[in-house]
């Protein structure tokens, strides 16, 4: 983090999975699995400022870090919850717009968020139309939409519910009015590459 812009996204990774906002610029709900150094959550709660945000995360170490990495305080639309993802969207009973997962720990990506049951219950949380966002770090090539920065080393999937690989479309490609220009021009870079492997899918 840099003290000096701490709510900026400085690893190319995280701007890729940002590009969810092609889809859906304001979602209404967005669910974080994995809080990490807290880049993705302090992005969205400044530039999404319309959208109720949730983060679960497992570690309670990782959450007592929050004010060191100028994490907000839970409000009225931002809250970090200490809980197993897998878990919860197993139990949730609310619809979100997005998810993105980025469950990392020193090891690795855990088991629970690898498996089959995992993702039929992101399919089952996800609102109709919702996108399921995913840092693999992997070369997944029966991926739905895959976009690789082969810089850092990182494979990030998009999924949009009831919309298969082909049908993935997006609208004219606007900077959200939350999106300062600075801001905006740091992701022409992932979003291009999201453009590219929109065009490159097979019709």
Sequence with gaps: ??????????????????????????????????????????????????????????????????????????????????????????SSSQA????LVDGYDHKGLPSALSTQGFYDDCFGTLAPNGILVVNLHADHRHAVLLVEDKREGNSVVFAQKDQQAKSLTIGPLRRPPTFDEKTWNSFQGPFARILSAIKAQPR
Excluded at 24 to 43: C, D, R, T
Excluded at 63 to 74: Q, S
Excluded at 96 to 99: L, M, Q, R, T, Y
């Design 96 to 99: 979100f717009d997005v998810i």
């Design 1 to 90: 983090m840099d003290l000096r812009h701490p709510n900026a996204l400085h690893l190319e990774y995280t701007r890729s999975m940002m590009g969810f906002v092609l889809f859906n610029p304001a979602p209404e709900n967005l669910a974080m699995i994995g809080l990490g150094g807290g880049s993705l959550a302090k992005f969205c709660y400044k530039h999404l400022a319309t959208s109720n945000i949730v983060v679960v995360e497992i570690n309670p170490y990782v959450i007592a870090l929050r004010n060191e990495f100028l994490v907000p305080e839970d409000d009225e639309r931002f809250s970090v919850v200490e809980a197993d993802g897998a878990q919860f969207v197993g």
